[in-house]
């Protein structure tokens, strides 16, 4: 008696939203990287360093951490610098990147900056073996490489259940696979310093955005914009991990790391900061307050579509063959995500206006033996 076969996995093609876009919406990933200086080693002791970020993206949250750990490098040093992500990221928007900031890097000419970018998924190996000083990535390591195809289901909240228990089973296989990767090319007695998007421990509820962006999702499929498949095919292949479901990955490689720090901090977006002091500002003029309320709105919600425009596009194509998944964005999709976009902002406002938007990262630091 035959059976149907489970669908096979599909490798996850991931880049966040192009043409600079996402450099412009990322200053709380920005926030994030910056919470881990305290993690940095000193290199005053070095003349030559190689150093890698993987999944760098478009750059603009790698160049703060990363010229912060080149400060303690001695005048004449040279520093090679590997910025990596996977093929389908904007490469064009990373190298405008590294050469707007060059002279930060290299210290205005103190230090030889050797910068390479390598287009490669970081769950292959991206550079020699032992050959890496240093290691670092930001926000990236979340994104999960295979996703097996989801069960249909008649509504968001299923899929969303569906979703996150098919991403449990796959996140701790992931981190293992691309710690053993980090330890092939880091040397021994260099670090791997990095982090994750985390899930504080009891709480499972996503934050404001993301529950205003699920909303729009279901009006969208509900006044006919987006098709029952399509809503299906809306999978982010990403997952949250716990600080307890990272340390299973760290016992099971204890043979290749010691963990010499770890801590969870939560991370608000710079943008409610700037809220409060525009409400402050408007002395109770209710016109004002509004105004504010909207910009703050819209930059929370930008700051998750610059992630998510890529896959709200490939739900679009579902369907379709995997050359035609990755072809340019057409007009009336570039129309259908800005119109997701706008409704995200209106729900937001009606139900979670001007609600604290944070997110929890997991930080670590990591020797290699």
Known sequence: MSTLSQPRPTENEIAMRGSGYYNKNSSLQHVGALSAVELFPDLSHKSRL????????????????????????????????????????????????????????????????FPSMVPISFYNPVTSPTSVDIGVSWSSFNYLEYQQPLLPASDLATLVKQRTTRNAKHAHSDLVKLLRLRAAEIKPGGCFIFALGGRVAGNQSPNAVAQAMMVAIKCMVENGTLTQEQMIALDPPMYERSMEECDEAFTKLAALWTVERKFERI????????????????????????????????????????????????????????????????????????????????????SFQDQKVEFCYLYFKLSRN
């Open 50 to 113: 190689t150093l890698v970020d993987y999944g760098c993206s478009q750059g603009a949250n790698s160049i703060a951490p990363i010229k912060q750990l080149l400060s303690t490098l001695p005048d004449g040093s040279s520093a090679h610098i590997i910025f990596n992500d996977r093929p389908y990221n904007d490469f064009s928007a990373l190298a405008a990147t590294i050469k707007q900031h060059g002279r930060e890097l290299d210290r205005n000419r103190s230090l030889m900056i």
């Open 267 to 350: 991370v608000a977006h710079p943008a409610y900061v700037l809220l409060q002091e525009k409400k402050a500002e408007a002395c109770g003029n209710e016109a004002e307050e509004i105004k504010a309320s909207r910009e703050y709105a819209s930059i929370v919600v930008d700051w998750i579509v610059a992630s998510f425009s890529w896959f709200f596009v490939k739900a679009l194509r579902a369907g379709v063959d995997e050359e035609e998944q990755l072809k340019t964005w057409t007009s009336s999709e570039e129309s259908l995500l800005e119109e997701f976009a706008k409704m995200t902002k209106e729900v937001f406002l009606t």
